[in-house]
């Protein structure tokens, strides 16, 4: 079982920057943020996985979002810039061993864009 906690979320004004952390307490190969705005479905924003450093971005964040590993610190970053008020959702933080199955998920974090 591993357990995921995540940090960085809050309120930021339209354009405005955001990093969210996730340390996990194993290691996993893959690992990524979904996140669920009122009244939608959820959705996958970035993954990345290891070996080879892969990521994947959704269309909406591609150029604005940056997803990156420390394996050392068994830590997963979103690096959010350019934010719109449309990425006002709850991130989570998943893993697992591929970036098709998320077996473990993060309580979520409140990222709110205001105008």
């Known amino acids: 079982q591993v357990q995921l906690v995540e940090s960085g979320g809050g309120l930021v004004q339209a354009g405005g920057s955001l990093r969210l952390s996730c340390v996990a307490s194993?290691?996993?190969?893959?690992m990524g943020w979904f996140r669920q705005a009122p009244g939608k479905d959820r959705e996958l924003v970035a993954s990345?996985?290891?070996?080879?450093?892969?990521?994947y971005y959704t269309d909406s964040v591609k150029g604005r979002f940056t997803i990156s590993r420390d394996n050392a610190k068994n830590t997963v970053y979103l690096q959010m810039i350019s934010l719109k008020l449309e990425d006002t959702a709850v991130y989570y933080c998943?893993?697992?061993?591929?970036?098709?199955?998320?077996?473990?998920w993060g309580q979520g974090t409140q990222v709110t864009v205001s105008s």
């Open positions: 194993g290691r996993t190969l893959a």
């Open positions: 990345i996985r290891w070996p080879g450093g892969f990521t």
């Open positions: 998943v893993a697992g061993s591929n970036p098709q199955s998320w077996p473990y």
